[in-house]
């Protein structure tokens, strides 16, 4: 691991929404990222709905999470995605910049503040994971990484994906905006002329990779 590379954690809750914490994955190791990655039991059942497929577990490594991501575009549920780039080389992504550890596993090193991890992504977030974030009850790693973030005046992104939101669901988001936290709800917008779903994913995506200060090149920005 090179001292310069940019550690990222990366934790997928069970709000629907798997084609996005895929993404995001996919692009974030093809930008040389090292990624920290913790998936919920409940998004375990989104995978298995939305995408037909049974995600990594803890210790799964960069190849395991682009295979992954092979499968969704050559369509395996039956989807046409129609990601408008090639896949990451896997030359370029190679094992050892993707480590995924147990939602359990408070020895994860996203668990404490001393780790060098620069930002965290909760994509998609639920709204269960949120409320316990907002309340900083730190049951799982996935809370506790979330709470070390704002501890630690860190950038921290939640993805929520719910509607119609109730009370208490916006209440948690304006303490948690008022927290630190970034709120980026997955709302893809249609002014980019989308032509497939491919690009109302890569929308939502380039959003959380531009307030990470990653690179990318997915989609076109307005006025360019
Ligand atoms: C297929 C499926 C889709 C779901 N979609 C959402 C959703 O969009 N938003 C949400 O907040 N919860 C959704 N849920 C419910 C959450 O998964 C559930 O509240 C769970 O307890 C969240 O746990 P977690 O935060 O540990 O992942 C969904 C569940 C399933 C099985």
Redesign the pocket.
Known sequence: MSNTQKQVVVAV?????AAYSLRLVETLLNAGCLLHVVI????R??FA??VGLTPPSAGAEAKDWLTMMDQVRSGSHGQDWRFQDTPVDPAVASAGRLRQYGLSDFNASAASGSAQVEGMVVC?C?????A?IANGASS?L?HRAADVQLKERRPLILV???TPLGLIQLENMVRLGRSGATIMPAMPGFYHEPQGMGDLVDFIVARICDHLHVPHSLGRRWGS
């Not at 919920?40 to 998004?43: G, Q």
């Open positions: 809750t069970g709000a629907s929404g919920s039991n409940a998004a059942q989104v709905q939305e998609p639920s709204m269960g994971t949120l316990a799982n996935i929520p994906r719910e």
